[in-house]
């Protein structure tokens, strides 16, 4: 998946904006594998620069650089039945925070954006740290 720049023209670039993401975040799951994105159907990925000040505090996160992504809604486990007025579910990657953590450790942004969407993806399915992992490992052997 990772794919690196030999260009090296980093005067001239500016930092991924909301859409660049977006676009990073689709082609991640994309690559993931058939079987698992054929169960998220009814799940909405959004991107945004921080987490809102209503997750800030529920969180209670002490800056707003700590959180990375997050899943909101219930996940498969927990849909027996559908609310009145039930919001399909969601994940918000926060683009912020993660151009921090990438800016600070030696991995690529796209391998960075497709472990936080595996991981709250994987919240929506209720699966363990061991599930996630395989599947970014299949993610990365499928190889991209």
Known sequence: MARIDQT?????????TLTTFEQLAFEAYIHLPEEFRKLTTDLTIEVADFPSDDVFEDMALETPF????????????????????ELPNRIILYRRPI????????????????HVLIHEIGHHFGLSDDDMERIEASVEHLGG
Do not use: M, Q
Request: hydrophobic share 35%; aromatic share 12%; charged share 35%.
């Open 8 to 16: 090296e023209n980093w005067r001239e670039r500016h930092a991924p």
């Open 66 to 85: 700590d959180l990375l992504g997050l899943f909101e809604g219930r996940g498969i486990g927990e849909r027996f039945t559908l609310e009145t007025g």
């Open 99 to 114: 151009l921090d953590y990438w800016a600070e450790n030696d991995e690529t942004l796209g391998d960075i954006i497709t």
